[in-house]
Nanobody
Framework: QVQLVESGGGLVQAGDSLRVSCAASGRTFSLYHMGWFRQAPGNEREFVAAISWGGSRTDYADSVKGRFTISRDNAKNTVYLEMNSLKPEDTAVYYC????????????????WGQGTQVTVSS
């Protein structure tokens, strides 16, 4: 089992950059695929990015490709989402997710979730 805690959200202006982090508990973090999802008010939770347990595979939503970068530091039990050229439509609560076996764009496929961190981008 793994527990996830996101941090680093905040209020930024359009065009700014922001990095959100997700710290995981437990000694088996390196065995988990990790993902980032986001949810805006009135919308369903949507896939943003994912990284495989060893970091060799990444995947991004088309809406963030080229602007966002997911990375992980297994020694620190932490996964990051670097967000550049932020747009107002990136405003959402960003959630970290983990799963031992599934690497999916579908939120329902992920087994563990953090509580989320708010990212607000003003125009």
């Amino acid at each position: 089992q793994v527990q996830l805690v996101e941090s680093g959200g905040g209020l930024v202006q359009a065009g700014d950059s922001l990095r959100v982090s997700c710290a995981a508990s437990g000694r088996t973090f390196s065995l988990y695929h990790m993902g980032w999802f986001r949810q805006a008010p009135g919308n369903e939770r949507e896939f943003v990015a994912a990284i495989s347990w060893g970091g060799s595979r990444t995947d991004y939503a088309d809406s963030v490709k080229g602007r966002f970068t997911i990375s992980r530091d297994n020694a620190k039990n932490t996964v990051y989402l670097e967000m550049n050229s932020l747009k107002p439509e990136d405003t959402a609560v960003y959630y970290c997710a983990a799963d031992r076996t599934r690497f999916s764009v579908t939120a329902g496929s992920w087994n563990y979730w953090g509580q989320g961190t708010q990212v607000t981008v003003s125009s």
